[in-house]
């Protein structure tokens, strides 16, 4: 026999719960003492009266009537029921009725109550559970005293590509290759010993059927037991956290590396140190070779001719039996190779598998790799200021997973570090030139069409100062129809200042790519320029006199449909808005820190921008000269911003004219464009119910709205499209679904809704039932992405309107 303990929080526990008993006419013959306590009736007033007379008030006798009903119908009940206490109130009751037989047929009828209250907690109890396996997104194991597994949740299902069913009985690690298998068992049943909780414990969870692909996962563990202290069990909580694990790790190389790469201004010391990062964290093997005057320490040639040295050879194993040139030895890269392409072009390669015979296009010594089972392989050139000084190999063969997309990004990174450090010994000779060539690289060359806005920039470098400065500008075309307006300025003069221009102009548009608010581009900009200015601290490159790092800025989205304009700055000066009617004001934004100070928010303001309205950013230079107050520059600018019919460039020359000199004292950007607004008729908007016919109607709308804008040849992709964001959205989200069409240099499909889980494309395997939905979207539209509000997310897609 064994003997279970009843939860203290179940309202049907033995001492908790009051019971009667009913004969088939509703005579009471049975009263506990437990009914007594709740409804103060004794059992000698109750027992032999009709339950109806004794318990139910007369107001509510047609409900109790058919609660009766009910009970004969389907052989009992489980609700919630008024019932009358002895002193004259009623109590909210919740009652389980069940039939009984008797020996001689007769029904008597075995009822058992709880306060209302504690009933509807206990239900509520278990719909949080049952949303545990049924629908919580966190990954749920239940693991028996046997270690074995009892029950998994959907999100397991989801993890591990199996069903839900097939795990009871399961051992504990099963699913797991040997080594993972050993430390959750581990984990398990430390947990179960201990009796403490284990949180958030990261590990590898790499599968037996698919030992190649290493995954990482969040942990959690916590002990079950019953209410005798009798343990039941162990549950673990599981995350996949693999790409932030994969993140975590590539920051800490990046940290690693700005303290190990460039310590001194020795060309080869560098090389060696780069390598020495790169293995074993990010590859198994590496090379580093560079072009031979770079190794001279001369001016290396635009266009690399002739070998390059190897300089740096970090290797985990060397199996073959040709080995690589020992460093300092001349290399030949035979043409078509990934590093002679690398060399010629300066572009980074990819090769995520390499074929099995991939060596025989290398007949030269020295052009293998160091190990022939190499199965991936990454190629970046070490390049500095426009310059290509020469290349870095990877591979991996131990590694079982190839190299992707973040990885090469990484490479490229700290081969930019590097390259920057191996070219220090000669970069001080050639600083103005070479600056001056970097900052007119950065900056852009044409401003890109869109139909929100007509922009007219002017960049006006100063005359006096030593070399160029930091301001800069940028157009950046968004999702939605919408455009970004950039205009910053970096502290100082110089290389120094033009590099970190770069930095932050090419920091903005990975951040407007990620959709985000002004006030979060600036903050996490404000991040950037932090980190920028603590590794130059750290490595003691700080000029005499000059601020380490700094910059301001001031980001602005324009909305076409809805005309809201929304910025945020960080210490720069305000932007100015013109009505169309000529009144020029300033747009006050709250002042923000500049870039790089920390500690203060940024906050984003929100206006509405008339169709035709001039908007104006500009750098300090153009108000902030020495023979003018910022108050006089101020009324000035907005004086010469009076005719905003005027085209822009004549504006541009009417602004110049009324504030610049001849020769100005610092850098000068200047942005101005005027809002346009997309027709109403290009823009269809549809609130949708979240069921299982709004896919359909998606649909159906798309196709109608297409044929009224002849654009039928789109329907089947929008439909497809409309189909699979809305299907999406009302699996994963919850309140109505917005699907907004917009029709301007390509076709927008929007589709909004309240949750915050964005849909990521994947390759699905054969068996797979799903999973293709994303990936056959991104196959017929030229763009998709995600952008996040405040009150969920909008998933997006672009085609061309030229489209099959």
């Not at 942990?219 to 549950?235: C, E, H, K, T």
């Not at 025989?360 to 970046?380: C, F, K, N, T």
């Not at 196959?779 to 997310?793: F, N």
Request: aromatic fraction near 4%; include cysteine.
């Amino acid at each position: 026999m064994t003997v279970l303990s009843e939860s203290p929080d179940d309202p049907f526990a033995l001492h908790r719960a009051a019971s009667a008993v009913l004969d088939d006419r509703g005579t009471v013959v049975g009263w506990s003492r437990r009914a007594e306590e709740l409804l103060g009736h004794p059992g000698s007033e109750v027992i032999g009266r009709p339950a109806f007379e004794v318990l139910i008030d007369p107001g509510d006798l047609p409900a109790a009537k058919d609660a009766a009903a009910m009970c004969r119908r389907d052989g009992g009940w489980f609700g919630v029921l008024a019932v009358r206490h002895r002193g004259g109130r009623l109590v909210e009751m919740g009652f389980r009725a069940r039939e009984l037989l008797r020996m001689d047929q007769v029904r008597e009828w075995f009822l058992v109550g709880a306060p209302a209250a504690e009933v509807l907690e206990w239900q509520r109890d278990r719909a949080v559970l049952d949303g545990l396996f049924r629908r919580c997104p966190v990954g749920l194991v239940v693991h028996s005293p046997e270690m074995t597994i009892l029950r998994v949740n959907r999100a397991i299902e989801q993890f591990t590509g199996m069903p839900a069913a097939s795990f009871p009985g399961m051992p504990t690690g099963d699913l797991l290759v040997a080594e993972d298998a050993r430390r959750s068992v581990e984990r398990v049943r430390q947990v179960m010993e201990s009796g403490k909780s284990l949180v958030a414990s990261e590990q590898y969870a790499r599968l037996e059927r698919d030992p190649t692909r290493v995954r990482a996962a969040s942990v959690s563990a916590f002990l079950l037991q019953d209410p005798a202290g009798r343990v039941l069990g162990v549950a673990e909580t599981v995350e996949d956290v693999t790409e932030r694990h994969r993140a975590r790790r590539r920051l800490a190389l990046l940290d690693q590396a700005g303290a190990r790469i460039g310590s001194t201004l020795d060309v080869r010391q560098t090389a060696r140190e780069l390598a020495d990062v790169m293995v074993p964290h990010l590859a198994d093997h590496v090379t580093v070779d560079l072009s031979q005057p770079v190794t001279r320490g001369e001016e290396p040639a635009q266009a690399l001719a002739g070998p390059v040295v190897r300089v740096a050879v970090r290797g985990l194993a060397v199996r073959q039996p040709d080995l690589p040139p020992p460093e300092g030895e001349p290399v030949h890269p035979a043409p078509g190779t990934p590093q002679a392409r690398c060399l010629a072009d300066g572009r980074p390669l990819l090769e995520p598998v390499l074929s099995p015979d991939w060596f025989l296009a290398e007949p030269r010594r020295g052009e293998q790799a160091p190990d022939l089972s190499a199965h991936s392989l990454i190629v970046v050139p070490l390049a500095a200021r426009g310059l290509v000084l020469g290349v870095m190999s990877l591979w991996r063969s131990r590694h079982p997973e190839p190299f992707e997309a973040d990885d090469l990004t990484l490479a490229q990174e700290l081969a930019s570090r590097a390259a920057v450090s191996i070219d220090n010994a000669r970069r001080f000779t050639q600083q103005q030139q070479t600056a001056s060539t970097l900052q007119r690289t950065l900056l852009p060359r044409t401003v890109p069409h869109q139909p929100a806005l007509e922009v007219a920039p002017r960049y006006l470098p100063a005359s006096t100062a030593p070399g160029p400065g930091g301001d800069w500008f940028d157009v950046i075309p968004l999702s939605g129809a919408r455009v970004a307006l950039v205009v910053g300025d970096a502290v100082g003069h110089g290389l120094h200042a033009a590099a970190t221009m770069g930095r932050l102009r090419t920091a903005v548009h990975t951040l407007a790519t990620l959709d985000l608010e002004p006030d979060e581009v600036l903050s996490r900009l404000d991040d950037l320029v932090s980190l920028l200015a603590a590794e130059q601290e750290t490595a003691d490159e700080r000029p005499a006199g000059e601020q380490i790092i700094g910059a301001t800025c001031l980001y602005a989205v324009y909305d076409p449909v809805s005309r809201r304009c929304s910025a945020a700055r960080a210490g720069h000066p305000l932007p100015v808005v013109t009505s169309p009617d000529g009144e020029a004001a300033l747009f006050d934004l709250p002042p923000g820190p500049p870039l790089g100070l920390g500690g203060l928010p940024f906050e984003t303001r929100e206006i509405e921008l008339a169709e035709g309205s001039l908007l104006t950013l500009y750098t300090n230079g153009l108000i902030g000269e020495r023979h003018l107050d910022v108050d006089t520059g101020l009324r000035r600018l907005c004086t010469a911003l009076t005719h905003p019919a005027d085209p822009l460039e004549k504006m541009c020359q009417a602004v110049v004219d009324s504030l610049v000199p001849g020769q100005p004292a610092d850098d000068i950007a200047l942005l101005i464009a005027r809002t346009r607004v997309l027709p109403p008729e290009n823009v269809a908007s549809w609130q949708l119910p979240v069921g299982p016919t709004a896919a359909a109607q998606a649909r159906a709308l798309a196709t109608t709205q297409l044929t009224l804008w002849g654009l039928e040849h789109l329907a089947f992709a929008t439909e497809l499209i409309a189909s699979e964001l809305v299907t999406n959205a009302y699996r994963y989200a919850t309140g109505p679904v917005t699907l907004r069409l917009i029709r301007e240099r390509r076709l927008v499909c929007e589709v909004a809704d309240a949750s915050h889980t964005s849909p990521h494309l994947r390759r699905a395997r054969t068996t797979d039932e799903g999973g293709r939905g994303m990936f056959l979207v991104a196959q017929v539209t030229e763009r998709w992405g995600t952008r996040y509000t405040r009150e969920g997310k909008t998933v997006w897609t672009e085609q061309s309107l030229l489209g099959s």
